[in-house]
């Protein structure tokens, strides 16, 4: 089992619509969860991070967290083209190590 | 004035050449990663340092060895290059345990590694 889980994509939206990402990890003991996002050919860049059960909403980004189901997710309103990059789902375990999930494509189509 | 700075971006070299990639960051932060990205986009990590000491060292070959002089710099080295080095490696920093975001990293532009 992979230690960070997110569906590759592509995950295709249309402009002003509501893009749904969603992460599961394996390591109970978690404590920080992330999202960052990479365009192409960019290094990626952090835009939410989540430490507690429920809701955060900065702006147009709202993260959720779930721990008893292992479940991370973002949800990034009023998608604009400029939204369209891979979103990485990281995990902190604890300590100084991250892991990250494969990423997920999202296309926002004008 | 560039946070985390890699060179090179881009390397092209042949089957068996030694290659390395530099990095410094000039954030004040305690603690530097080296992580590789494949064609598919996964982000695995490497090595990292604390304060110049080796904290985090993955399951990586031993032909990749990582050098750490000061706590604003990490280098890499690699040896015997096969084909499937070829990736992008991001160097990263963080504060580590000493405060700001715990885990918020921050990455350099990326090394393509092209091995023919």
């Known amino acids: 089992q992979k230690e960070v889980e997110q569906n590759s994509g592509p995950l295709s939206v249309p402009e002003g619509a509501i893009a749904s990402l969603n992460c599961t990890y394996s390591?109970?003991?978690?404590?920080?969860f992330f999202w960052y996002r990479q365009y192409s050919g960019k290094s990626p860049e952090l835009i939410m991070f989540?430490?507690?059960?429920g809701d955060k909403e900065d702006g147009r980004f709202t993260a959720q967290l779930n721990k008893a189901s292992q479940y991370v997710s973002l949800l990034i309103r009023d998608s604009q083209p400029s939204d369209s990059a891979t979103y990485l789902c990281?995990?902190?375990?604890?300590?100084?190590?991250?892991?990250f999930g494969a990423g997920t494509r999202l296309f926002v189509k004008a | 004035d560039t946070a985390v700075s890699q060179t090179p971006k881009y390397l092209v070299t042949q089957m068996g050449n030694d290659k390395s990639i530099k990095c410094e960051q000039n954030?004040?932060?305690?603690?530097m990663y080296w992580y590789k990205q494949d064609s598919k986009k996964f982000l695995k990590i490497m090595f990292s340092?604390?304060?110049?000491?080796?904290?985090i060292n993955e399951t990586v070959p031993n032909r990749f060895s990582p050098k750490s002089p000061d706590k604003a710099h990490l280098n890499l080295h690699i040896n015997s290059l096969e084909l499937g080095d070829s990736a992008v490696y991001f160097c990263?920093?963080?504060?580590?345990?000493?405060?700001?975001?715990?885990?918020?990293?921050?990455f350099g532009e990326g090394s393509r590694l092209t091995v023919l």
């Open positions: 990263a920093s963080s504060l580590g345990l000493s405060g700001g975001i715990p885990g918020e990293l921050f």
């Open positions: 390591d109970r003991g978690s404590q920080s």
């Open positions: 989540i430490y507690s059960n």
């Open positions: 990281a995990v902190t375990p604890g300590g100084f190590k991250t892991i």
């Open positions: 954030l004040g932060h305690d603690t």
């Open positions: 340092y604390n304060n110049k000491e080796l904290i």
